[in-house]
């Protein structure tokens, strides 16, 4: 059982470590919408993510004895960074399993920070990690089942909250669903009365499936997304907390994300990935139900190629 | 005579009305550069430039019986924006100059803070302002000559240093020269000892050369440069205050200008425009001088086409 209290050990666990990151707000957003909204600025995190608050606590987490022997993951995308960050800061090793097909950006990004890359075909990659970890002795941090690194995403909208007050609506992505369920975690602590929302891209909508049935769905094979953070299938912890805060998970189409990010880039002036970018997306499709609301809003990263201002 | 007075007077005046902005800092330029660099973000201010707090200082200033009749700028740029914003906040009428060959969405900037513009050909900008002027007794805010724009501008160097504590060399962006001259004050009240830099494109590098030969240089005529904020020649007012404060102007190329933009929005998570982004590249060009120290940097402004992402 994840708790608020584990949120909370967390913040006080990574603090110096991770960006107590900005708060924005947006006359124009607000006017579109008439309700006002506060955006949690994670791209602007370390990493470019809120994926180092979870990696962070993870690692601090680990008694002395257990990080000497390191940590590994097969996560290539911001969380293969994020915790080859955490790890370059308690300075201990760390090795990222990743597919032989992984972009040079992604590769680049884990060998910033010091870690080891192992590479591998893409079907290997879980029986890889788990070989290192037997051989090594080194510990699994997972993306977004573990629960140091679930607690340690609910800083974000710890920090939200704590930045603006009485919120009455509260937004996170969701993919794995660590984000979301350690905002719930805090949202239910801290604002019981608020509506706790997930967006989710309409293309890979195993979240909003999941809770519409009560029972976790798989992904469904080959679909895929510009919001390419948000690709991995619930995870089964953070489902339970989902489900457990009551969550409205909220689906966005591809065109809506496009013009998302646009709206970041030209209108705050912050690059958002289009993962990030759908929660503006997922407040816009409800707009009618937000009018005179509150909304805190977590952007959850800056990672990205730009692909979306071509199109 | 402008002094740190009025800036403390125009931080005072204009609280509540712009942003506080955040101060970023990267790990990664820090490595590059061997030195701590702080980012204040005025791209994240209100109309996405740091002209927004010398326009709501000027338009506050007003008496109410001067302020009633309007006020007048035939400034197209960011400035026209921040003037039609101020307008807003007091609630008095604002007009517009334009050249008829102004880009729509400068047009739409202007008229999206309900100001009137007010289209006529280029070269007779001047005339048709200083023809309202007398018309309607409306007061010309002038972009970078008016005393309390130059004193508003400043507000974005005292905040950043009030949120840094010891910086030892301080920087910003030289066009009209308002916002360089009003950082000049500041530095010159709170950290005498720093040393205060201009950064000016190489193309359009008339402070440069009125700096080295003490005597105002106009800006040649035809040349033009990707930073279109800083395309204007230096004002006589703010020339004396950067003559008087021993700043030093660092010219920077356009591909330099370029490489500082691409940095900003894949390492920053921020859009800044050209001019904004010259600070980075002065930063580089003088690289070996700044190791090991502590800089403050005003990114001015965010407004921009992503024209330069193409290149």
């Known amino acids: 059982m994840i708790t608020f209290a584990d949120v909370c050990t967390a913040a006080s666990r990574i603090r110096g470590h991770v960006h107590r990151t900005p708060v924005l707000t947006s006359a124009t957003f607000d006017r579109e919408l008439g309700a006002r909204t506060f955006w949690k600025c994670e791209n602007l995190q370390k990493c470019g993510a809120f994926k180092a608050r979870g990696a962070m606590n993870a690692v601090l987490a680990l008694p002395a004895d257990v990080a000497r022997a390191g940590v590994v993951t097969h996560s290539s995308g911001n969380h293969g960074a994020a915790l080859a960050y955490a790890a370059q800061v308690r300075g201990i090793p760390c090795a990222v399993v990743m597919p032989d097909s992984a972009p040079d950006v992604k590769v680049l990004a884990v060998r910033h920070y010091g870690a080891e890359i192992v590479f591998c075909k893409i079907a290997e990659r879980e029986a890889m990690s788990a070989r290192l970890q037997r051989e090594r002795g080194a510990t699994l941090i997972h993306p977004f089942e573990h629960p140091d690194v679930i607690a340690g995403q609910g800083t974000a909208m710890l920090e939200l909250i704590e930045d603006t007050g009485d919120l009455d609506v509260l937004i996170a992505p969701v993919g794995g669903g660590g984000l979301c369920a350690g905002s719930t975690l805090v949202a239910q602590a801290m604002r019981p009365r608020a ?46 907390i989902l489900l457990a805060g009551k969550v409205r998970v909220v689906t966005v189409d591809e065109a809506a994300i496009v013009a998302a990010c646009r709206f970041f880039a030209e209108r705050l002036k912050i690059v958002v990935e289009p993962s990030g970018a759908t929660v503006l997306a997922a407040l816009r499709a409800i707009a009618p139900e937000l009018r005179g609301r509150r909304i805190g809003a977590v952007i959850s990263g800056g990672n990205t190629d730009f692909r979306w201002l071509q199109s």
Chains 1, 2 share one sequence.
């Open 195 to 240: 509506a706790m929302l997930g967006a989710e891209p309409k293309n890979v909508d195993d979240a909003a499936r999941s809770m519409a049935t009560g029972v976790r769905q798989p992904r469904v094979e080959g679909t895929t997304s510009l919001a390419d953070g948000l690709l991995t299938g619930i995870g089964e912890r953070a489902f339970a």
